[in-house]
């Protein structure tokens, strides 16, 4: 994965523009524009913010590395610290987000063997979640 960062071709898609570059150019402007506009996540156990630095390197190689979607998602969930895995649902359980959410808190659990958590926090148009997930 790491070798695939050190492609000079334009193997990598840059979120704003629609355009490719380099994976490292697109690792650097995705993290920029992630942050930048405040999709960034928290993580509470860690007090961080892995996924504007997690999520933009592991899609670039694995874009640039033609790596499989398991590859990547494995890849993205090692970036993180090593707690349970809690996927936060702003919805209310029983609906098509909180189905899918399970389905991959399964999937999750038995390809890496780590626990992972559902939590439905509903409320506010999602502000309870995003509260929920920001550290007091």
Known sequence: ???????????????????????????FVNAMTLNSVG???????????????VIPVVLAAGEAGDLSG?????????????????????????????????YVGKYLNESLGQSVIIENRTGGGALASSEYCTPQ
């Open 70 to 102: 398991r590859d990547v998602l494995v890849a993205m969930i090692a970036g993180y610290p090593q707690k349970p895995i809690r996927l936060i649902v702003p919805l209310a359980p029983g609906g098509g987000n909180d189905t899918l959410a399970r």
């Open 39 to 53: 999709l960034n996540d928290i993580h509470t156990g860690s007090v961080s913010h892995p996924g504007g630095c």
């Open 1 to 27: 994965m790491v070798a695939a960062l050190h492609t000079q071709g334009g193997d990598a898609t840059i979120f704003t523009g629609r355009t490719r570059g380099s994976p490292r150019d697109a690792v």
